[in-house]
């Protein structure tokens, strides 16, 4: 029972995060711009993921807790390229006359 709760809790987790990442995602693609996105911030949270899903492989290496933990990497990840690309080849700036 515990294992079911726990799989459920990180389930709504990761969905979660997929609702909050898909917004970023899609304002990245279709602005081409990522001035205001802290790399950062997106570089820990990416490196976060990475350990979460070290540690889930060490210590529950069930293959739904490995898939939300990819997923939620995976999205991560994105977000991160997504923001170095946009950042380094993104719209260019309007020059005003």
């Not at 529950?60 to 939300?68: D, H, K, Q, T």
């Not at 080849?89 to 006359?97: A, E, F, M, N, V």
Request: glycine fraction near 4%; charge should be positive.
């Amino acid at each position: 029972m515990r294992e079911i709760i726990a799989f459920g809790l990180l389930s709504v987790v990761t969905v979660l995060e997929l609702f909050a990442y898909l917004p970023q995602i899609v304002q990245l693609i279709k602005t081409k711009s990522a001035d205001d996105l802290s790399l950062a911030s997106w570089f820990t949270w990416l490196f976060s993921d990475v350990c979460y899903l070290i540690y889930v492989l060490m210590e529950s290496p069930e293959f739904g807790v490995v898939f939300l933990a990819t997923l939620s990497l995976s999205l991560v990840l994105l977000v991160y390229v997504l923001t170095i690309y946009y950042q380094r080849h993104g719209k260019k700036k309007k020059h005003r006359r």
